[in-house]
Structures are given as structure tokens and as C-alpha cells.
């Protein structure tokens, strides 16, 4: 690419990060183009006439009229190859490690860096041979890239052919062609271990699938309550520090999924480095490997460039898809959705576009809906079953919901995790209002649930959603009366929704033992509330008093029965059931 | 030293550099339109020459093939179309920055208000700074006590943290921040710390207060004060907080210095951006406020922290004044999503004659939980710090409750929360301006409220946590 340098066009105007040139006859919309002596990267965003308006990826300043535009003859891609995992990229691909040594602690403009090692060799055992006939996404070979990890070399969606030529097994680098293939026509084109694909088109599948896999994530209110299946999308809004990126971060490391794409847009950048910093540290419970192996990190912080903060979510997004391709189940988180729209809002500003709603253009609906129509699970193009599933935080002016961002989203999601001020100004997290918060996907992965972990979780989630429900219209009237006053019946469902919130909903990412529970340690938690609350409910009816019930001191254990009993002693809630049944046995007795 | 942010950078070719034009095309609020121009880039800095002989900076907003919009950091006050000069300087704003700033006082645009000389530069450093790498990047944990127990207790600050105090107009947060600059044991501890205080539209006696604190303490010889007044230009206040911060990096990473940032009143600041983009004719968001405030102001706050094989730091503790009272203002609220947490003060704590009045529910230091516990502070901190939330939080809706149906009328178990709550506000809350609590004294000060709640309630530290601290 670089070796292109005629200058294609001129420099008539700049502003920030857009600038406007002569090239609009020469140049073609999202074509990516080098500006200026340092060359800057940048993208077409609009032609008109002679005009071609272009979003530069770095600093502008110092940038004139009359400096050259170099259009790159492509429109911005990312690299598909070995060489993505546990590795950390800005905004467009460029290798924050790489920028460190080009530029030093702080990131400087012009560095010329290449998204993946050239020169690091890998070894490659190819999975067809010469003779076979090959399509775009079908697996050449493959490279044990980490050992949590294969990375599935694919044949770029487009070709078509014959192979003509295999590579041995052996070691390869991202230089050496490891494939040739000749196409109808007799035209033989070489493959290579990578390639490119452009960021803002989604890359093709073979079908769609119904997401009926629950994608676990370890944290209860999510997994119980509302559930994310693979392949599917989820916002979770929330005023600044209700939790979003650390809810974010707790999925990174617990969620079953193959690999982890982590897109810091416009977020802080001691974030990036807390996970730069934990990740390697942390086991991941599936493969026994440090958690890094399986995740990629975007990282755009709020400092730098807004029109690479635009293009961090395509960037991510389309790795996600890459990895989906190669017949893996990917979880891409975005943190935060809202910085995205708001560098789209400064561009179209910039551009002098009309404006709608808050300021944000009118495609904005339509950006956000192509975002998460990418998410999904999928036959790929070689057959196998993959999926990306979207969890995108946002972060709404004022913690208000009703605004543009958050608005929006909700079209385009099927879960939703609403984020409470209130909850979490009490410290109880994850701050997840269980009445503002829904998923569809509940009756798509029960099935699921019934097969791998418990017969009952669909009915035992019901109860807890009808409990939460007749607690939450309860705290109203105690509000305004107080709990003295309430009927035993009904003080004994405020206790028992105590019991369900405090001790199963909550959960502290920081507690060693309770910030990751595997489902089958939820279900027998699950059962355990609401059996209790109906033996309560059951001797109250023989005509014991409210009182009693709540001044046994052994339901205490209920509130602490997450970090006091471990995964692996589930024995232990069983024991512990039997002897809350019999004490509150015994006060009928 | 190829770590260093390069301004070399951004200069062109030295042909094109100081270039001069006689007169403006117009004059539009704080924007300057130079045309004929040829060679002038984005972002560089302009000197504008009045025909009275007096000097301000400017620097380009936008540039197209003739013409230059210029955004003047100053008074248009004198300015002619004809006779106004404009120079070219062919490099960004920068500033000098050199280690003999400690202890001198300059305006909000870096001239010398102490009476010394100019300061000469060890260095000329780009005002925007440029982002830290997040690689490069060493996560904050280590804790700094305060000595204020709503702050060590439940909202720990950690060095190479940025936490701004949300104000309420009338509140004494400039009181609160001087307490934390006396006690704050980072001061003393390494030796090599200073502050730099950038002050963006206050008072006189405001700037005062914070340096007679400062002299009191004795460590006036390691300040730098870049103090913008309420009368001075609102238009420098742009500049200011950016002059300071460059001068503490240059601290911090060249010169081994824990530096404590202070910025007040990043209100102030940021009206008088709303005003320059108003000018502008910028399409507006929330509240006239432009839509890019959150991305100005964290290439304000993201200049905070520690860097890798640099043994200094940058501490922020920025303030601003809710307008209104209000936290969902766009001020403190795009403050609140960039910063590491928040103080947030409160009315009617303040009203009822508690110092600090903080209100502890809405606050946070997001970077408490790496900076404490066994080895830090203690072990049971972050449980104690929890249990206290869980229960002010109830205690203040039963305080809603009881003006309603009367105390009378709450069972026996609301009574003692009602009773945890005056304890919290009375004991742990109030302390003197002067009262420097250490960390073991604030958490047994802690399990000694926590004493007034129903055994029952004790449901977020662990059993072990009671018999050890709260008495068994
Ligand atoms: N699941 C959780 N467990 C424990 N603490 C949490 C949890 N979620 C959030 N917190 C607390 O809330 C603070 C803010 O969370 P964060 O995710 O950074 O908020 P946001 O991204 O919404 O601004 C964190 O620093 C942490 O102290
Ligand atoms: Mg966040």
C-alpha cells in the first residue's frame, strides 16, 4: 500500500480532525488516504464537485493547505492474521506496543507501524492440499497461535478455485505466500497467513442462526434474571460509575466465550491498562491459560483522536466477525457506545450537516442499527457454527434514559441492563435495576438451561421476577407508611426479596470467591431463596408470626451463603436447606 | 531521550515559520479572519500585534487556501482591521517549563506576577500535551491518606489519581481542598513533591486562602501558581489549565516530582468555552454547552497518573461548582464519566453545621479497591467501607420515612439505622479543619458506629471481621 506516493490531491482546508481537499474527482468515498509530510491517515468521508471532505485518524496540527493527500486506493481495513491475541490496537489497527517504540510513553503522530509482526514466524499445518477446491472462508490451515487459541487461517471471502499450490507444514511468516489458487479462469492468486478486510462492511456468513445458547457469564442477576444468548446484543446504560465498565471488565474474564474483543471508545486510559495489567494474571477456569491468551484489546481513550474513536468499534467489530469466521464464539464489548455517537456528532458538526436530535445527525439510528445487526450466530462460509455477541455500554447525559443514545439502542437490542444511581450510590452491584431490565432471549435458551444445569430454571426465574415485582410495588407504599404497618404476609415477602436481592442478586467483582458462580452453583443459591421464602410462607400460614421468622438468626447464613460456600461444596446448600426447613419447622412445632 | 513528547514535531520547514500580516479581514467575537495568507497550518500559534504595541497569543482554529480563522486568547478591546499585525509562529502554543517554576506565581497565561523575571525553559513544551500510551501507562494503587475519614474510608484517593471536588456555590470545598494539601501524606513522604495550582476565574481571596495554606505549611517553595482572577480575560482560562498541566508533567516525568494538580474552577473554564464556541456559531448540545465538552475536558483530566520507569506522578484534584446544585448539569456529569470518581459536597450536610459536608452516596474513587486493604490500609476496609454505604444509604430513607410517620412510629430496628445515621454524620463525618485522622483511627472510628446497627444488618463484613474489629 505504501508504495503508492503520487500525490492524488491537495490539502484546501483543515479543522480539527477534518480537512477538506481538491481530490473529490480523483478519490472514492471511505477510501483511506495519507496526508501531509508525516502522513497522516485519514479516510474520505464526503465528495462534492471538486471536494473530497476526509477524517484524519491523528493530531492535525501544523497540518497546511497545499500539503499532499495520497489516496491508499483502499478503504480502511484491518489484518486478519496470527499475531491479533492478547496484542492491544488503537483505534485503527495500529499496535499500541509498536507506537510505544515508534513514538515513546506518549503517542505521537506519523508513526509508520504495521498491525501485525512481519517478520515473526509461525507455525503452520494446513488443512487442505493441492487438488482441493477452495472458496472464500474455508480454513487453509491452522496456527497454534496461544495454546488457549488456534488461529483458523481463512481463505478471503472471494476466492475461488483450485488449489495449485500448498505449503508444507512448517514455519511461516505473515511475508510468505502458504497457498496459490487458480480460479475458473485459470487466474492464480497467491494467500498469504492474513488478510484484509474492510472495516465498515460487515463480512458474509452462510445463515443466520436463532441464538439459543446462553452465553454464561458467572454473574447472576445476567445469567438468571437476564440472560444474553450467544450471538445476540445488549446495552447496559447507566449514569457515570453505576458500573458499566466494571460489569464490562467482569465479562472480559468470566464469559464463556472463545475470545474476548474489548473496545475502550473514548473511555479512560488507566482502564485499558487495569486490564493490560490484570488479564495476564488471570487464569482463564476453561483452559487453565492467563486470560490475555483469548482477548484482543481496542484501545481509543478519550485524549485521543475522535475520528479514530469513530472507527474503533468497526475495527473491533470486524476482528469479531474474523474470529466468528474461523467457527468461534466471540463476545465484543464496546465501552462506550456514547463516545462513538458523540465523535460521529463532532464530525457531522464539523461537516455542517443538519442536525437532529441533541445535536447527533439523522443517521445516526441507522449507524447504530448496522453496528448490531453484526452481531449474531451464524453458519459460516465453511459450515462451521460461530457467533459475536455485542454488549455495548452507554452512557447517557445526565443518567437519563430518555435521550438519543439510549433510546436508539433499544431498538436495535434484546437485552437491556438498566443501570440504577440509586442502587449503586448504596455500593450494591452490580447496580442493575431488575425492573427497568428485560431480555428476550429467556424462552430461546431454556432449553439450554434445562438440559445442562436444572429441569426448573425457567420457573424459578419466574418467581424471582414476581418477587422482585411485588417488592418493588410494596417499597412504594412503605415509603409512605413503613413496614410496621404492612400485614405479616406481606412483611414476609420484603424479607424474602431481601434475601433474593442482597443474597443472590449481589455480587462483588472484588470477592474471590463469589465474582465469578457458575450456573450450577446459581441454580442451587435460586432454589434455595425460594424454598426457604415458601417453608416461611408455609408455617406463617399455620400460624406462626412474622416476628418469629425474621428474628431467626440462621437466615443470616442466606446472606452470606455466596462467599461462604464454594463451587465446588454445593453438597453444603443442600445441608444448609435442610436446616432452615427444620428451624422453621420447629417454630410451627 | 525519544520519550519525550516531541514538538519538533509539528514545526514545518523553517522557510515557511514567522511569517507577518498587516491587518484582519474581520473581527467576530474572540475570532480573528486573516486573509491572503499562505503556508499557515492548523493549530500553530499566532501572535497578534495591536497598533498600541501591546502583545496577545492567538492560535488557528481553521485554514483553507487564503484565509485564516484565529482564536484570540485575550481582548479584541484596541484591536483595528487596518493596523493589527499577525504573526505566523509556525509551531503550536507551547510553554516553558523548567524546574525553577517551583515557587514562583504567574497569570493564567504564564506571565510572571510575583515581580521575577520571565522564566526561562529548560524546555518548550506542546500546551496539549499529547495522550500517554495506555501501555505505557502504570495503574494507580498506592493509597494517599488524607487524613479526612469520607475520603480514606470510603472514597480512598490514590496517587496518579485524578478526583475533582463537585462544589455547591457558598460550600467550603477551597477550605476542604487546602485540608487535603496540609495533610495529605504524600506530601514530605518521597521528598521530591510539588503542586501546581492552576486557578481558572476566582476570587483573590480564594487564590489567598490556598497560599497562605500553602505558606503555613511551608512548602510554598515547592508550588507553582497559575492563578486566572475573576476580572482577568475568561478567554485565557482555556489556556490555563493547560499551561499547568504541561508544567506538572514536565515535573512528574522529567523531573521525578509527585505533583498535586489543582484546578479551580473548571466551571469557569468551562463557560468561557461555551462562549468561544457560541462565537463560533457552533451548533449547540446540552445547555449551549458544545458537543465536543467531554473530549476538551478529558485532554484536561487524562493528563494525570503514572507512567512506566518514571518515578514521578501526577495527582489531580480538580474542583468545580454545580451549577444549581445540580450533578446531572453537563459540567460535573461529563466530569463525573472522565474522572476517577468524585467528592460530591452537599447543601443540607453544610447547612446542619458539618465539616466536611460530604455527601458520601454520590461520591466514589473508582480506584479505592486496588488501593487498600491487607498491606495497604487494613483488611477489613473495603468490607467496613461497603457496610457503612449499605447502611447510610438506609439510614437516610428511614430519616424520609420518620418525617413522615414520626419516629415513633419506626419499628425498633429502624430506630437504631436512625440512630447509625446521626452517629455517621456526627462521629465519623465531622471533624475539625485541622483533625488529620489516621487510616487505623477512621476504621475503628467506623466498626464504633456500626456498633448502633442491628447485629442482623451486619451482612457485608464477615463474621471473622466482627470478632477481630466490632467487638465480636
Ligand atoms: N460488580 C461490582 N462489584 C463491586 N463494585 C462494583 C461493581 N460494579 C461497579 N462497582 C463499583 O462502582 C465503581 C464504578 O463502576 P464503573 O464500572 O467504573 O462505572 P461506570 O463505567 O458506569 O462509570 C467501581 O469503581 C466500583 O467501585
Ligand atoms: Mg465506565
Redesign the pocket.
Known amino acids: 500500500m505504501a508504495t503508492m506516493t503520487e500525490t492524488t490531491a491537495e490539502v484546501i482546508w483543515v479543522s480539527g480532525p477534518v480537512m477538506r481537499s481538491n481530490g473529490g474527482q480523483v478519490l472514492s468515498m471511505y477510501e483511506m488516504v495519507e496526508v501531509g509530510a508525516e502522513r497522516l491517515i485519514g479516510e474520505v468521508i464526503a465528495l462534492d464537485g471538486e471536494v473530497a471532505t476526509v477524517q484524519i485518524y491523528e493530531d492535525t496540527g501544523g497540518i497546511r493547505p497545499g500539503d499532499p493527500v495520497v489516496g491508499q486506493g483502499a478503504p480502511l481495513s484491518v489484518l486478519i492474521g496470527p499475531g491479533l491475541l492478547g496484542q492491544i490496537f488503537d483505534g485503527i489497527q495500529r499496535p499500541l506496543n509498536a507506537l510505544r517504540q515508534a513514538t515513546g510513553v506518549f503517542i505521537g503522530r506519523g508513526a509508520q507501524v504495521t498491525p501485525l509482526d512481519r517478520q515473526k514466524a509461525w507455525l503452520f499445518k494446513p488443512r487442505l492440499k493441492v487438488g482441493d477446491t477452495v472458496a472464500g472462508g474455508d480454513i487453509l490451515g491452522v496456527v497454534p497461535e496461544t495454546s488457549a487459541m488456534e488461529h483458523r487461517v481463512l481463505a478471503p471471502p472471494g476466492v475461488a478455485g483450485e488449489i495449485v499450490y500448498m505449503a508444507e507444514p512448517g514455519a511461516y511468516t505473515l511475508n510468505d505466500a502458504i497457498a496459490r489458487v487458480k480460479d475458473a479462469r485459470g487466474r492464480e492468486t497467491e494467500l498469504f497467513l492474513w488478510h484484509r478486510w474492510p472495516v465498515r462492511q460487515g463480512r458474509p456468513y452462510k445463515e443466520r442462526l436463532l441464538p439459543t445458547e446462553p452465553l454464561i457469564t458467572g454473574?447472576r442477576v445476567l445469567d438468571a434474571l437476564f440472560p444474553l444468548a450467544k450471538g445476540g446484543a445488549a446495552a447496559i446504560p447507566?449514569?457515570?460509575?453505576?458500573?458499566?465498565?466494571?460489569?464490562?471488565?467482569?465479562l472480559s474474564k468470566w464469559c464463556e466465550a472463545d475470545l474476548i474483543v474489548y473496545v475502550g471508545c473514548g473511555e479512560r486510559g488507566n482502564?485499558m491498562t487495569g486490564i493490560l495489567t490484570e488479564l495476564p494474571n488471570l487464569t482463564d477456569p476453561r483452559t487453565g491459560r492467563p486470560l490475555m491468551e483469548r482477548t484482543i484489546l481496542i484501545a481509543n481513550t478519550s485524549n485521543m483522536p475522535v475520528a479514530a474513536r469513530e472507527a474503533s468499534i468497526y475495527t473491533g467489530i470486524t476482528l469479531a466477525e474474523a474470529f466468528r469466521d474461523m467457527g468461534y464464539a466471540v463476545a465484543l464489548m464496546a465501552?462506550s457506545t456514547s463516545r462513538w455517537a458523540e465523535a460521529l456528532r463532532e464530525i457531522s458538526g464539523r461537516l455542517e450537516e443538519m442536525p437532529a436530535e441533541e445535536g447527533f445527525p439523522a443517521y445516526l439510528a441507522t449507524r447504530l442499527a448496522e453496528f448490531y445487526e453484526r452481531a449474531g450466530s451464524v453458519i459460516t462460509l465453511n459450515g462451521s457454527k460461530g457467533s459475536v455477541s455485542v454488549i455495548g455500554?452507554v452512557?447517557p447525559p445526565g443518567g437519563d434514559f430518555s435521550e438519543p443514545v439510549t433510546q436508539q439502542t433499544k431498538r436495535f437490542v434484546r437485552t437491556f441492563w438498566g443501570?440504577d444511581k440509586e442502587l449503586?450510590a448504596a455500593?450494591y452491584?452490580?447496580?442493575i435495576n431488575p425492573i427497568d431490565s428485560y431480555s428476550e432471549y429467556p424462552d430461546l435458551v431454556a432449553g439450554w438451561w434445562a438440559e445442562h444445569v436444572a429441569p426448573g430454571w425457567q420457573e424459578m426465574r419466574s418467581q424471582a421476577l414476581v418477587l422482585l415485582q411485588e417488592d418493588y410495588q410494596l417499597q412504594r407504599i412503605v415509603k409512605i407508611i413503613g413496614e410496621e404497618a404492612l400485614p405479616d404476609t406481606q412483611r414476609l415477602t420484603l424479607a424474602a426479596a431481601r434475601w433474593l436481592k442482597e443474597g443472590f442478586l449481589q455480587?462483588?467483582?472484588?470477592d474471590p470467591v463469589d465474582m465469578f458462580c457458575p450456573p450450577a452453583k446459581q441454580v442451587k443459591m435460586l432454589k434455595l431463596i425460594l424454598e426457604t421464602f415458601r417453608k416461611a410462607k408455609e408455617v406463617m400460614a399455620r400460624g406462626v408470626p412474622f416476628y418469629q421468622v425474621r428474628e431467626l438468626g440462621e437466615l443470616g447464613a442466606l446472606m452470606r451463603m455466596k462467599s461462604a460456600i464454594k463451587a465446588d461444596e454445593l453438597e453444603r446448600f443442600d445441608e444448609l436447606e435442610k436446616s432452615l426447613n427444620d428451624k422453621l419447622e420447629s417454630l410451627a412445632g | 531521550m525519544n520519550d519525550q513528547p516531541k514538538t519538533e514535531n509539528r514545526k514545518p520547514e523553517t522557510d515557511l515559520s514567522g511569517r507577518e500580516y498587516l491587518g484582519l479581514k474581520s473581527i467576530i467575537g474572540p475570532l480573528l479572519v486573516v486573509t491572503g495568507v499562505r503556508g499557515v497550518g492548523f493549530d500553530e500559534s499566532v501572535e497578534i500585534h495591536a497598533p498600541d504595541g501591546s502583545r496577545q497569543t492567538g492560535r488557528v482554529l481553521a485554514v483553507g487556501q487564503d484565509e485564516a480563522v484565529i482564536e484570540l486568547f485575550g481582548e479584541t478591546v484596541g484591536l483595528s482591521l487596518q493596523n493589527t499585525r499577525v504573526r505566523f509562529t509556525g509551531s503550536p502554543l507551547t510553554a516553558p517549563v523548567s524546574i525553577d517554576l517551583l515557587g514562583r506565581i504567574m497569570n493564567g497565561m504564564g506571565q510572571p506576577l510575583d515581580g521575577g523575571p520571565l522564566p526561562v525553559g529548560e524546555a518548550s513544551r506542546d500546551l496539549n500535551g499529547q495522550p500517554i500510551n495506555p501501555t505505557a501507562r502504570t495503574y494507580p494503587q498506592e493509597f494517599i491518606q488524607t487524613g479526612i475519614s469520607a475520603i480514606d474510608g470510603m472514597n480512598t484517593l490514590v496517587r496518579g489519581q485524578k478526583l475533582p471536588i463537585f462544589a455547591m456555590s457558598g460550600l467550603p470545598h477551597h477550605e476542604l481542598a487546602a485540608q487535603i494539601v496540609r495533610q495529605a501524606r504524600l506530601l514530605g513522604e518521597e521528598g521530591r513533591f510539588a503542586i501546581v495550582f492552576a486557578a481558572m476565574g476566582v476570587q483573590h481571596d480564594v487564590a489567598n486562602l490556598f497560599r497562605q495554606s500553602f505558606e503555613a505549611s511551608g512548602v510554598l517553595n515547592n508550588v507553582v501558581m497559575f492563578l486566572n482572577l475573576a476580572n482577568d480575560p475568561a478567554i485565557e482560562r482555556l489556556i490555563t489549565p493547560r499551561l499547568a498541566l504541561t508544567v506538572a508533567e514536565f515535573l512528574a516525568f522529567d523531573r521525578d516530582h509527585h505533583v498535586l494538580a489543582i484546578l479551580t474552577d473548571m466551571t469557569n473554564y468551562c463557560e468561557a468555552l461555551r462562549e468561544v464556541a457560541s462565537s463560533k456559531g457552533e451548533v449547540p448540545s446540552r445547555k449551549g454547552y458544545p458537543g465536543y465538552l467531554y473530549s476538551d475536558l478529558a485532554s484536561i483530566y487524562e493528563r494525570a497518573g503514572k507512567i512506566q520507569g518514571r518515578s514521578g506522578s501526577i495527582t489531580q484534584l480538580p474542583m468545580l461548582t454545580m451549577p444549581n446544585d445540580d450533578i446531572t448539569h453537563p459540567i460535573p456529569d461529563l466530569t463525573g464519566?472522565i474522572t476517577e470518581?468524585q467528592i460530591v459536597l452537599d447543601r443540607g450536610l453544610h447547612q446542619r453545621g458539618i465539616y466536611p459536608p460530604i455527601n458520601v452516596l454520590p461520591s466514589?474513587?473508582?480506584?479505592?479497591?486496588d488501593g487498600i486493604g491487607a498491606g495497604r490500609t487494613r483488611e477489613d476496609h473495603s468490607h467496613v467501607s461497603s457496610q457503612l454505604y449499605a447502611a447510610y444509604d438506609r439510614a437516610r430513607r428511614i430519616q424520609s420515612l420518620a418525617a413522615i410517620i414520626g419516629e415513633d412510629s419506626l419499628s425498633s430496628g429502624d430506630r437504631q439505622v436512625l440512630n447509625f445515621g446521626r452517629a455517621f454524620e456526627e462521629k465519623f463525618l465531622r471533624q475539625r479543619p485541622e483533625e488529620n485522622r489516621s487510616i487505623t483511627q477512621t476504621l475503628d472510628l467506623a466498626w464504633q458506629i456500626l456498633k448502633e446497627l442491628p447485629r442482623g444488618d451486619l451482612t457485608r463484613v464477615t463474621e471473622a471481621e466482627i470478632k477481630t474489629y466490632g467487638g465480636g
Not at chain 1, 238 to 250: E, N, R
Open positions: 454473574q447507566g449514569g457515570f460509575g453505576t458500573g458499566k465498565t466494571i460489569t464490562q471488565h467482569q482502564e465501552d455500554a452512557s443501570l449503586a455500593r452491584f452490580p447496580a455480587q462483588s467483582a472484588f | 464519566y470518581g466514589l474513587s473508582r480506584l479505592m479497591s
